[in-house]
Nanobody, 125 residues
Framework: QVQLVESGGGLVQAGGSLILSCAAS????????MGWFRQAPGKVREFVAA????????YYADSVKGRFTISRKNAKNTVYLQMNSLKPEDTAVYYC??????????????????WGQGTQVTVSS
């Protein structure tokens, strides 16, 4: 099992950039696929990006492709989400998640076993 804590959220103007971090503790020596999800007020949680244990495979939602980059540094037990060209519609609580099945890179939230508490990202126009 693993515990996840997100950080780096805040307020940014449209067109700006922000970097989110997710620090893992617990069974950090185990291999996990890591993902980012977000949920805006009144909307369902949606997939943003995912990365394989090795970092060699990534997958992005169409809405963020070309603007967001997911990466990880396993030596630091940390996964990152670099967000560029932010839009007001990116405003949401962002969650990181870990999937104990490291053989897949999934966009389905039910596949993920562990979740952080979330960090707020607000993009103003």
């Amino acid at each position: 099992q693993v515990q996840l804590v997100e950080s780096g959220g805040g307020l940014v103007q449209a067109g700006g950039s922000l970097i989110l971090s997710c620090a893992a503790s617990g069974r950090t020596s185990s291999r996990y696929t890591m993902g980012w999800f977000r949920q805006a007020p009144g909307k369902v949680r949606e997939f943003v990006a995912a990365i394989s244990w090795s970092g060699g495979r990534t997958y992005y939602a169409d809405s963020v492709k070309g603007r967001f980059t997911i990466s990880r540094k396993n030596a630091k037990n940390t996964v990152y989400l670099q967000m560029n060209s932010l839009k007001p519609e990116d405003t949401a609580v962002y969650y990181c998640a870990a999937d104990s099945d490291w053989t897949v890179v999934s966009a389905l939230d039910s596949n993920y076993d562990y979740w952080g508490q979330g960090t707020q990202v607000t993009v103003s126009s």
